[in-house]
């Protein structure tokens, strides 16, 4: 039985080495700053895509706190179009208004007569550009980190973690002037296309000056029907 000993150790080695040399190396992913690059491109490259927003913020301010919760759902339309609807619940009162953004022109229809009011971002109170919905700025994100890749409806994503200084959708505007932001962002971004399947911001916004008040903010967007062909006109 001793002498089995060493051809069996020789096999196993020849095995071993076998295997280390048929196995595949794991290919090193790209940094965390090249990927949400790459995606930004993507994203602006787009005819068109689909979004679905929901947003919940907790104000408080002198005293009170206010629960808003806001969901947003239509389409986007490369360079500078969206048409969609909004909708937002604040002190009892639910208001839903359709959109189209032709930059610099805001059209949003009246919840009680359907009519048009033409209007533009800022004093919609509602300033945001269609073309920012999608495009994000590596420089824009700081300890941008990869935490690695998943699967999001069956497509390979990595996940990208970091923290953001501004308020998403112009909201640091129409809340009014300085503050500090700071809010954790994450995306998923599919890997073999670059697209936003995901993207998400949360944390607390202090907002300073006449309207001194905290907003805790929680939003996710989810990215849809890449290309698929939309119309957006002026509704009037």
Not at 14 to 19: K, N, R
Not at 50 to 65: K, P
Not at 85 to 111: C, F, H, N, R
């Amino acid at each position: 039985m001793k002498k089995l000993v060493l051809p069996v150790i020789v096999l196993v080695a020849l095995a071993l080495l076998v295997i280390a040399c048929g196995a595949a190396p794991t290919p090193t992913p790209p940094p965390a700053a090249d990927i949400l690059n790459a995606a930004t491109a993507a994203m602006e490259n787009l005819d068109s895509a689909h979004l679905d927003m929901t947003m919940a913020m907790t104000m408080t301010a002198q005293g009170m706190t206010l629960n808003i919760p806001i969901t947003m759902a239509g389409d986007m339309q490369n360079p500078d179009r969206f048409k969609g609807t909004l909708a937002m619940e604040m002190m009892g009162q639910s208001i839903k208004a359709d959109m189209v953004v032709i930059s610099p022109t805001t059209y949003i229809s009246e919840s009680t007569t359907g009519e048009w009011q033409t209007t533009t971002a800022e004093e919609a109170g509602i300033p945001f550009d269609p073309s920012n919905l999608t495009g994000v700025d590596s420089e824009d994100v700081e300890g941008l980190a990869l935490v690695g890749e998943e699967t999001v409806d069956g497509r390979t994503v990595y996940h990208l973690t970091g923290t953001v200084k501004a308020a998403p959708l112009g909201l640091q505007e129409s809340l009014g002037a300085g503050g500090d932001v700071s809010l954790k962002a994450d995306y998923w971004i599919d890997k073999e296309n670059n697209q936003i399947l995901k993207s998400t911001v949360s944390g607390v916004i202090e907002i300073t000056g006449d309207m001194a008040a905290t907003v805790d903010l929680s939003m996710v967007i989810l990215f849809t029907d890449y290309n698929k062909p939309v119309t957006i006109e002026a509704p009037m």
